[in-house]
């Protein structure tokens, strides 16, 4: 199913100012990172505003139940969308669930005037497209202090925060992502659901090909394992063929030098999912910008034991919404295969 929607019915509408930029920053906004890379999210754009709503059809209901890391991604979708706006000289006005009749309204995006962009918002705007989610073992070189202190700051301007840890701590992440995955493989569900995104069709636009899955090999903090052997036949297939081509091994431990933080909200309600995906937006574009490698880790709060142990490591301050692996690349560019997009921008007929 497309994600963007044109519903002004004339060339002549589709063509005004405000349609045209609303329309290019909800392309842009297909650049965002999401849970499985599903991309579960709808733009309706029509009378000069964009409508953005979740696309149920792509919910996971087994990690995701509640809904909360599908809210999360379209708040991801957003922020770009609004990045995308702003870098371009147009004032992005939001509303954010507008209308209690209609809880699936996430957020109404408008135009409230032009503006020369800040520099800061040029550099973001400019990272949509670097962006990437790099599971490559990063370089042993330490991520300054003043970098992270950007990334709490861009954080807490979207209404998050973000809770870097100290060495010390790493250790109880390291726990709660082994129990993650020790616990989610034990499920045939989630396999089936694993399976279902990493054994996409060709040219699907979505799910997470095995060779972005990153390099096998030992972790200081071990992350999702999308090769699941025996999840289907496909994937048994897809692990066979990748474990040498697709995913090289490499050897001693990896990111020793890598940072992980925790990203949290003061509530946990929809409108504080929506707002972590934003505060989640900013901050990997603002890791982007400082030419910061990074990758989400949302494994962590898919199982509750996993995820009291991020509260526990929060003191019990707020919700943890996600955490986040970064560091220094230790190759430069992208990886040589990033996770595929969707195209599908649909528009009337005259």
Request: proline residues 9%; contains cysteine; glycine residues 8%.
């Given at each position: 199913?497309?994600?963007?929607?044109?519903?002004?019915?004339?060339?002549?509408?589709?063509?005004?100012?405000?349609?045209?930029?609303?329309?290019?920053?909800?392309?842009?906004?297909?650049?965002?990172?999401?849970?499985?890379?599903?991309?579960?999210?709808?733009?309706?754009?029509?009378?000069?505003?964009?409508?953005?709503?979740?696309?149920?059809?792509?919910?996971?209901?087994?990690?995701?139940?509640?809904?909360?890391?599908?809210?999360?991604?379209?708040?991801?979708?957003?922020?770009?969308?609004?990045?995308?706006?702003?870098?371009?000289?147009?004032?992005?006005?939001?509303?954010?669930?507008?209308?209690r009749a209609d809880p699936d309204l996430f957020a109404v995006l408008t135009i409230a005037g032009m503006a020369a962009p800040p520099p800061g918002t040029v550099r973001l705007h400019?990272?949509?497209?670097?962006?990437?989610?790099?599971?490559?073992?990063?370089?042993?070189?330490?991520?300054?202090?003043?970098?992270?202190?950007?990334?709490?700051?861009?954080?807490?301007?979207?209404?998050?925060?973000?809770?870097?840890?100290?060495?010390?701590?790493?250790?109880?992440?390291?726990?709660?992502?082994?129990?993650?995955?020790?616990?989610?493989?034990?499920?045939?569900?989630?396999?089936?659901?694993?399976?279902?995104?990493?054994?996409?069709?060709?040219?699907?636009?979505?799910?997470?090909?095995?060779?972005?899955?990153?390099?096998?090999?030992?972790?200081?903090?071990?992350?999702?394992?999308?090769?699941?052997?025996?999840?289907?036949?496909?994937?048994?297939?897809?692990?066979?063929?990748?474990?040498?081509?697709?995913?090289?091994?490499?050897?001693?431990?990896?990111?020793?030098?890598?940072?992980?933080?925790?990203?949290?909200?003061?509530?946990?309600?929809?409108?504080?999912?929506?707002?972590?995906?934003?505060?989640?937006?900013?901050?990997?574009?603002?890791?982007?910008?400082?030419?910061?490698?990074?990758?989400?880790?949302?494994?962590?709060?898919?199982?509750?034991a996993a995820r009291r142990v991020l509260y526990d490591l929060l003191s019990h301050i707020g919700h943890p919404m996600l955490a986040l692996r970064l560091g220094i690349p230790a190759t430069a560019g992208p990886p040589g295969t990033v996770a595929?997009?969707?195209?599908?921008?649909?528009?009337?007929?005259?």
């Amino acid at each position: 199913m497309p994600s963007i929607h044109l519903t002004d019915p004339t060339a002549v509408a589709r063509m005004r100012p405000a349609t045209r930029a609303l329309t290019k920053a909800a392309v842009a906004a297909q650049h965002a990172p999401s849970i499985f890379n599903t991309q579960p999210w709808q733009w309706t754009i029509h009378d000069e505003q964009a409508e953005l709503r979740p696309d149920r059809d792509r919910h996971l209901p087994v990690v995701d139940p509640q809904g909360r890391l599908l809210t999360l991604s379209c708040g991801v979708a957003l922020h770009h969308a609004r990045v995308a706006l702003a870098g371009t000289g147009s004032e992005p006005h939001v509303e954010r669930f507008p209308d209690r009749a209609d809880p699936d309204l996430f957020a109404v995006l408008t135009i409230a005037g032009m503006a020369a962009p800040p520099p800061g918002t040029v550099r973001l705007h400019q990272a949509i497209a670097l962006r990437h989610t790099d599971r490559r073992p990063f370089a042993d070189q330490p991520v300054s202090e003043p970098v992270l202190d950007r990334l709490r700051t861009a954080a807490e301007s979207q209404g998050a925060h973000l809770h870097v840890l100290r060495p010390d701590d790493v250790v109880l992440l390291t726990a709660a992502a082994s129990h993650a995955a020790d616990t989610e493989l034990a499920s045939p569900a989630y396999r089936a659901e694993l399976a279902a995104w990493t054994d996409r069709p060709a040219g699907s636009g979505d799910g997470v090909p095995l060779e972005t899955a990153g390099p096998v090999g030992a972790r200081q903090v071990p992350l999702r394992d999308f090769a699941v052997a025996g999840a289907t036949a496909g994937a048994q297939a897809n692990a066979a063929a990748g474990a040498t081509a697709a995913r090289p091994a490499f050897t001693g431990v990896a990111d020793r030098q890598a940072r992980y933080a925790v990203l949290y909200t003061d509530g946990d309600d929809p409108g504080s999912w929506l707002a972590a995906g934003e505060a989640l937006s900013a901050v990997l574009l603002t890791a982007t910008a400082e030419r910061l490698g990074s990758s989400p880790m949302s494994d962590v709060v898919e199982v509750p034991a996993a995820r009291r142990v991020l509260y526990d490591l929060l003191s019990h301050i707020g919700h943890p919404m996600l955490a986040l692996r970064l560091g220094i690349p230790a190759t430069a560019g992208p990886p040589g295969t990033v996770a595929p997009r969707l195209a599908g921008l649909v528009a009337p007929a005259d």
